[in-house]
Every structure is written in C-alpha cells, then in structure tokens.
C-alpha cells in the first residue's frame, strides 16, 4: 500500500465521524454541512492524487484493513465527546494521554536496551516533547469547544502540515493538481465552521 493510501486514511475520520453522527442523531442532515465535509473530501483526493495509484490485487485486503484505522478514529472522536469528563484541566487530561502512552512504549524501550539518545539529540528530544505537549493541552481545549465532525479535521491539518515539511524541509513540492486542493480544504473547513 502506497504512502498516498496512507495519507489519505488521516482524511478519512472527517467522512466516517460525519455519517456516524448522522447515524445517531448528533448531526442533522443539512446542505451546508455536507457540502462542508465533501469539499473537504474532495480537497483531500485532489491534494493526494499525484501519490495515488491503482491498488494491485495483494493489497486490496490491506487496503480494507488499514480503513479500519479512520473508522476507529471516528468512532473514537463520538465516544470523547461522549465519555469525556466534564470540569477536569486540560493539564491533567494531556498529561494523563501522555504518560499512558509513555507507559505503553515503556516496555518496549526496557526489552531493547533503553533510550539510546546522544546528547546533540537531547535538544531535539525535547522539542518534540514541548511539542506534543503543547498539541495535547490544545486538541483538548479543541475537543471541549467544538463538535467531534469539526475536530475530525484534525486530518486534514495533519496532511497539509505533511506537505509543508516535505517541500520545505526535503525540496518534495507538490504536484500543481496538489494546489487545487488546498483551497477545497480551507473552504469546506470555514463552511464547516459556519453551519
């Protein structure tokens, strides 16, 4: 399965969490918003076409696992809206989502030998720390403010980030198609935030 399957699988969550709220009543169906999602949709596809190819048959069942990683993800998105408790600090919530993830590589890091860093990466270690840190005090703010469809677009943030890092840390420029795209995404991102 090819990187542009990959990628488009962080667009995906903003569908399947859309169709999902549909399901349960959250959403009522409205042009607007479905509009909203579909120029996003739309954006994403034209943003990852050049990377895109015809699945070979092997990967077709890969190709069905891997849609099981947005679904969840939409699924997730619902449930923390759901579940999530009410007058808890962002601190600690952040705080609580990264340490069960420090714990959950902890083994890992112990069964083969440790964090190997050398000092020159120390900085780097903790910028990323600061970093993820920073991104998990204000996806919860987000998740708190919004509705988990217009939080679902975290997805598309994510790919266009992407793109910027490649073309300008690694000279990846994008494809002209590519550049369609980004103006779909920010429309349908502004609709969703309107309806």
Known sequence: MGTGYATLLYTLPT?????????????????????????????????????????????????????????????????????????????????????AGALTLLPWLLFNGGLDVPVVGMRWLALQVGLSVAASLLYFQLQKLSSPVFLSQLGYVIMLSGLAGGALLFGDWPAPVTLLGIPLLYLGARLLARS
């Open 15 to 99: 569908l399947f969490t859309w169709l999902m709220a549909l399901a349960i009543g959250w959403e009522k169906l409205s042009g607007p918003r479905a509009l909203a999602v579909g120029l996003g949709v739309a954006g994403a596809v034209l943003v990852l076409l050049p990377r895109l190819r015809l699945a070979a048959p092997a990967e077709f069942g890969w190709l069905l696992v891997a849609l099981g990683s947005p679904l969840f993800l939409a699924l997730c998105n619902l449930l923390r809206k759901r579940y999530l408790p009410e007058g808890i600090d962002n601190a600690m919530l952040a705080g609580s989502q990264l340490l």
